[in-house]
């Protein structure tokens, strides 16, 4: 008996075959193989999935606590950066103080002590 299969022709899908199984498809494959060796090697997929997913919510809590301890760091490093420029001022050799003169010093006062020209 040879069918019409039109209403195939609108589904999408893909030219190439998969490289690799997803882990419900290793499941769906362990159901509907029954040889022993098929059984354990869809287990075996079965367990790298899950060691995968370990290991994976494993590394997104690292990269989150690094993610932490880097915004702790850049905070540090303004505070760092603002005391360090608060200090600068004070870390800098005083400035020269004008020397005061040894000696007396009259103070001139305009024409009140000069006498006039004399003739």
Request: charged share 30%; net charge positive; with cysteine.
């Amino acid at each position: 008996m040879v069918t019409n299969c039109d209403h195939l022709s609108r589904l999408k899908f893909s030219r190439v075959l998969p490289h690799a199984f997803t882990e419900h498809g290793a499941i769906m494959a362990a159901t509907v193989l029954n040889s022993p060796e098929a059984v354990k090697m869809s287990v075996f997929v079965v367990r790298a999935f899950v060691k995968m997913r370990e290991l994976l919510a494993a590394n997104a809590e690292i990269l989150q606590r690094l993610s932490a301890i880097d915004r702790t760091l850049l905070d540090h490093d303004d505070a760092l950066r603002l005391l360090w420029r608060k200090l600068q001022p004070l870390l800098a050799p005083p400035p020269d103080s004008p020397r005061k003169e040894i000696g007396f010093h009259a103070k001139e006062e305009p024409s009140r002590y000069r006498t006039s020209k004399r003739k």
